[in-house]
């Protein structure tokens, strides 16, 4: 068991994961999350080859290779009532299997190939207990028809967790709830034996070892191997006969580990098969909280031994924590030159890298915070030199003022401009929020207004109210949410009356709400100005005010929803004018007809506000360090993250910026065109000569901008025209009462004054001939 990749992602935890590749090696693998994040991931070198977002979220995902295919088909199920069948690579739903009778969300999948059909078949089961069962020919696809299922029957079986078939005879089926787990025939769903759960554990899957046995696990991480009665064996000629009271299920074996040691949460464990050396392989693998792996060779315990139940211990025993360990030499600390050997070391708990500053900010288990050159302290640790004999490099900031654990840092400005460029905010296991100077290093005030630890620092939208907009959002411990107003230096809004953990706050500027979500579903909706709680919400109620929330940020950043004059996030005036014409809605072709030549105008507008107007294309940081951790009770550790081509262009803009116009025509970088505009061009101060080349370049583009938007234009209310003509013809022949009349009346109108434009704009390109001479 050796680590081999660390594959960084997701935004939410990974609930579940499948192999990709059809091939043994399995070089690919599909992870899903709880945000309905899917990612694609080569193994080789950890890169996501392919990610998408959905709106349905899996709980499972089964890789089955179907008949009249190439490669595997991903079988996903979870908190949306379809099973969905999707492309490993391409991450599309290729075709979704519906329910006809009693729908519902889908808790548990099997797919299989009877051995006597060409045919697959996918056996399933909804939380309400209803079990369907669909037959696949391979030629399905998005196009088709409504799958429907083509059997169902309602058993008693609430929530179940795991669905299996049995490989070596498709005769019997194993259906795991929490409780207990039964063994069911397959022919007509009646159940042949049950299985309770050992006293203060549940169960949480299982799998057949052979048609008489049986190994179901449970939330401890203990394996646990049983033999059928009679009745459940398809072999035997007692199958499906009545039960006896002395045949019932034997417990002969039990996969744990020997300290027996409690887990803080279940476990994740899969039983998987595995080919070495020709011969096969049946493990029990898990994987706990702690980042401890554990590994049973199930074919060990498969033989029962009479009246007597063996424990096994597992084989393989390894975790993240010893793999590091073992690295020789080990793995460097982002701030290993502070540490010595006779000090105990400090853990790291927090981190925030200050991209505009080229800052590193770390809080530690102490309480301090250390500030530092980031690019000098990833120079020390990973870069030899002559750095590397000075002793105090490179120099550091210490900052004093938390009574313990920092648990969050905050820097505004790097959110959002309005804040000032010196604030630095952190938050600790002292009830504290600090506020710190970054560039003296003083601590210009502290805030003690809650009655539990820090855990999470917000910005609050730039579109809130301007008091508002000067504060910083504070969650902490004892389920309470503040607003702190860093230039007042005062709590504005102290929101403390939830029952439950805090985890998500919404906002709603517009209405001048802030949206609080606890983790027993209810949300809280307080006024930020004034601090008055509006109303409490549950249910359905809650989740649809979250959602119109998540609507609001959206088109904040740019969706379909506008205020006043804009016309950016409107839809293409071109759809509301055939829609209009559609409807035969002359008022919506009227308005959709201006807002087009309103577009227009603005565009003619905006075309002279110089290349300041146009915002540069973001070019991603060379540098990136992100902190992670697997466990909350781990120390920090850090990824970095370097943009090769950020840091190429970074490179070479140095080097061009130091070279004279000579030298660079010289390199072949520049012509002797560009030399002759320069000294057009050339003014006393070279900050105006650099506005007056780029305003220039951006000018020439723009025109030629406007060029072709107006001549699509043109184009467009061409094609308008010939349409109308071909309605109203349509409408002639039907019209038997004389009903148009004043709608041709007021089309005709529409169209001279549209045609009036169109002559209008090619008059202007016309006058604008001269300068697309030049």
């Not at 889908?106 to 056996?123: E, Y």
């Not at 000090?343 to 790291?348: G, M, Q, S, T």
């Given at each position: 068991m050796t680590p081999r990749c660390l594959l960084v992602g997701h935004t939410a935890p990974v609930t579940c994961l499948s192999r990709a590749s059809i091939i043994q090696d399995n070089n690919f693998i599909v992870s899903s999350s709880e945000a309905g994040e899917m990612c694609t991931w080569d193994l080789v070198d950890g890169k996501c080859r392919e990610s998408v977002k959905l709106t349905q979220v899996h709980t499972n995902i089964q890789a089955y290779h179907m008949c009249n295919s190439e490669d595997l088909r991903l079988f996903c199920n979870g908190y949306y009532a379809?099973?969905?069948?999707?492309?490993?690579?391409?991450?599309?739903?290729?075709?979704?299997?519906?329910?006809?009778?009693?729908?519902?969300?889908?808790?548990?999948?099997?797919?299989?190939?009877?051995?006597?059909?060409?045919?697959?078949?996918?056996?399933?089961?909804?939380?309400?207990?209803?079990?369907?069962?669909?037959?696949?020919?391979?030629?399905?696809?998005?196009?088709?028809?409504?799958?429907?299922?083509?059997?169902?029957?309602?058993?008693?079986?609430?929530?179940?967790?795991?669905?299996?078939?049995?490989?070596?005879?498709?005769?019997?089926?194993?259906?795991?709830?929490?409780?207990?787990?039964?063994?069911?025939?397959?022919?007509?769903?009646?159940?042949?034996?049950?299985?309770?759960?050992?006293?203060?554990?549940?169960?949480?899957?299982?799998?057949?070892?052979?048609?008489?046995?049986?190994?179901?696990?449970?939330?401890?991480?203990?394996?646990?191997?049983?033999?059928?009665?009679?009745?459940?064996?398809?072999?035997?000629?007692?199958?499906?006969?009545?039960?006896?009271?002395?045949?019932?299920?034997?417990?002969?074996?039990?996969?744990?580990?020997?300290?027996?040691?409690?887990?803080s949460c279940p476990p994740a464990m899969r039983f998987i098969l595995t080919s070495v050396g020709g011969k096969q392989r049946r493990l029990l693998l898990r994987g706990d909280s702690a980042g401890v792996v554990l590994l049973w060779n199930v074919d060990d315990a498969a033989m029962p031994v009479p009246n007597k139940v063996m424990s096994r211990a597992p084989i393989v025993t390894t975790s993240l924590e010893m793999a590091w360990a073992e690295m020789s030499p080990s793995p460097v600390g982002?701030?290993?030159?502070?540490?010595?050997?006779?000090?105990?070391?400090?853990?790291?708990?927090?981190?925030?890298?200050?991209?505009?500053?080229?800052?590193?900010?770390?809080?530690?288990?102490?309480?301090?915070?250390?500030?530092?050159?980031?690019?000098?302290?990833?120079?020390?640790?990973?870069?030899?030199?002559?750095?590397?004999?000075?002793?105090?490099?490179?120099?550091?900031?210490?900052?004093?003022?938390?009574?313990?654990?920092?648990?969050?840092?905050?820097y505004p400005h790097h959110v959002h401009h309005r804040y000032d460029r010196a604030y630095l905010v952190s938050g600790g296991i002292d009830f504290a929020v600090c506020l710190w100077d970054l560039f003296s290093g003083a601590l210009l005030h502290r805030f003690c207004v809650h009655a539990g630890e820090i855990t999470q620092l917000i910005v609050p939208p730039h579109n809130c109210s301007p008091r508002i907009q000067k504060c910083i959002c504070a969650v902490a411990s004892d389920h309470s949410v503040t607003l702190l107003s860093l230039t007042e230096r005062k709590c504005v809004t102290l929101a403390s009356r939830h029952l439950f953990p805090v985890v998500t706050i919404k906002w709603r500027p517009a209405d001048d709400f802030m949206v609080v979500g606890c983790s027993d579903g209810t949300v809280y909706v307080w006024q930020m100005e004034t601090?008055?709680?509006?109303?409490?919400?549950?249910?359905?109620?809650?989740?649809?005010?979250?959602?119109?929330?998540?609507?609001?940020?959206?088109?904040?950043?740019?969706?379909?929803?506008?205020?006043?004059?804009?016309?950016?996030?409107?839809?293409?005036?071109?759809?509301?004018?055939?829609?209009?014409?559609?409807?035969?809605n002359l008022t919506a072709m009227r308005a959709a007809t201006q807002r087009g030549l309103a577009a227009l105008h603005a565009s003619e507008r905006g075309s002279n506000a110089g290349p300041l107007a146009e915002p540069a294309r973001a070019r991603p940081p060379p540098l990136t360090i992100q902190g992670f951790r697997s466990n909350p009770a781990d120390p920090e550790s850090h990824i970095l993250f370097f943009d090769i081509e950020g840091l190429i262009v970074e490179l070479l803009s140095e080097e061009y910026s130091a070279m004279s116009p000579a030298s660079l025509e010289a390199a072949g970088l520049i012509t002797s065109e560009y030399m002759k505009v320069a000294a057009l061009t050339q003014s006393a101060s070279p900050d105006a000569a650099k506005k007056i080349s780029g305003f220039l370049s951006y000018k020439i583009v723009n025109k030629i901008g406007v060029i072709l938007r107006t001549l699509s234009w043109i184009d467009f209310f061409g094609r308008v025209k010939d349409k109308a003509g071909d309605m109203e013809r349509l409408l002639k022949e039907k019209d038997k009462h004389g009903i148009l009349a004043k709608m041709k009346e007021g089309a005709e109108n529409m169209q001279t004054k549209i045609q009036a434009k169109a002559d209008q704009l090619k008059s202007q390109l016309d006058a604008k001939g001269k300068w697309d001479g030049r």
């Open positions: 379809e099973i969905l069948i999707m492309d490993p690579f391409s991450l599309e739903i290729l075709f979704s299997l519906s329910s006809k009778m009693n729908p519902d969300w889908i808790s548990a999948l099997h797919v299989l190939r009877p051995s006597s059909r060409k045919d697959d078949v996918v056996l399933a089961i909804s939380i309400t207990g209803t079990v369907k069962v669909w037959s696949l020919l391979g030629h399905e696809n998005k196009q088709s028809e409504p799958i429907y299922e083509n059997e169902s029957k309602q058993i008693r079986c609430l929530n179940a967790l795991s669905l299996n078939c049995c490989a070596y005879n498709q005769r019997t089926v194993l259906i795991v709830c929490a409780k207990y787990c039964q063994i069911y025939d397959a022919g007509d769903f009646s159940v042949l034996c049950s299985i309770q759960a050992p006293s203060g554990e549940r169960w949480m899957s299982g799998d057949f070892l052979a048609p008489d046995r049986v190994l179901v696990w449970s939330t401890e991480g203990k394996g646990y191997l049983y033999k059928l009665p009679a009745n459940s064996v398809p072999d035997h000629k007692g199958f499906h006969g009545p039960t006896v009271e002395h045949d019932s299920p034997v417990l002969y074996g039990i996969l744990a580990h020997p300290d027996n040691k409690l887990l982002i701030l290993d030159q502070l540490s010595h050997p006779d000090e105990p070391e400090i853990k790291l708990t927090a981190s925030i890298y200050l991209l505009a500053a080229n800052r590193l900010v770390v809080g530690r288990e102490d309480g301090s915070i250390i500030i530092v050159n980031a690019t000098h302290t990833v120079q020390l640790q990973l870069l030899h030199g002559n750095h590397q004999q000075l002793d105090d490099w490179p120099p550091h900031q210490l900052l004093l003022g938390h009574n313990g654990r920092v648990n969050c840092l905050l601090g008055h709680l509006d109303r409490v919400l549950n249910g359905m109620i809650a989740e649809e005010v979250l959602a119109a929330c998540d609507e609001t940020s959206a088109d904040e950043l740019g969706g379909s929803i506008s205020s006043g004059t804009d016309l950016q996030g409107l839809a293409n005036p071109a759809v509301h004018f055939f829609r209009g014409l559609r409807h035969r």
